[in-house]
């Protein structure tokens, strides 16, 4: 891992910023870490909609993050995060440990935890804040690197209905062949 300052200057007025924390700390929708939020399951996400989530936070996100997305076993987190370490400033990848094959709430627990325990920074590359999260507990468990956009359309993309979302991206699947 590249040394990162988690001493950084936290820029509290930000808007995006404010918005982030509340959802992704304070209200992050995994089963268990908040009284305040509106669960995956309460708002209609799960089994197979999971997969439509994936996508279409994927989507959302550059291109780059399609590429380094790597939920993770325990053996394969070393190797993967080792390779982030060459990647540009303002560059998304996601590399963490994957929780019982639940693939996004090991993801939005991996950023919670990095608010909740000051594991994060911020910084401005090419007019964009990218934020960048890690966890440890024992051994590094997850390193995140998210532009402050991606953050605030995967808010926009849970809080949608499950439903009208697949059968945007079943609609938008057919166009195209």
Request: charged fraction near 30%.
């Amino acid at each position: 891992m590249k040394n990162k300052d988690f001493k950084s200057i936290v820029h509290w007025n930000s808007k995006g910023f404010q918005k982030i924390v509340e959802f992704y700390l304070f209200e992050c929708p995994v089963e268990g870490k908040s009284f305040r939020a509106t669960t995956f399951k309460q708002q209609g996400w799960k089994g197979h909609y999971f997969s439509t989530l994936k996508s279409c936070m994927l989507k959302a996100a550059s291109e780059d993050l399609g590429k380094r997305f790597f939920p993770c076993k325990k053996e394969e987190l070393e190797s993967r995060i080792t390779a982030m370490d060459d990647v540009a400033p303002d560059a998304e990848y996601c590399v963490f440990l994957k929780h019982d094959n639940k693939v996004i709430e090991s993801l939005y627990s991996a950023i919670r935890n990095g608010f909740a325990h000051g594991s994060f920074t911020t910084q401005k590359v090419k007019k964009e804040n990218i934020y960048f999260f890690a966890n440890y507990d024992g051994y590094l468990k997850a390193q995140i690197q998210l532009r402050e956009s991606t953050m605030l359309r995967w808010i926009e993309i849970f809080r949608s209905n499950p439903e009208e979302l697949k059968s945007q991206n079943q609609r938008a699947k057919k166009k195209r062949s």
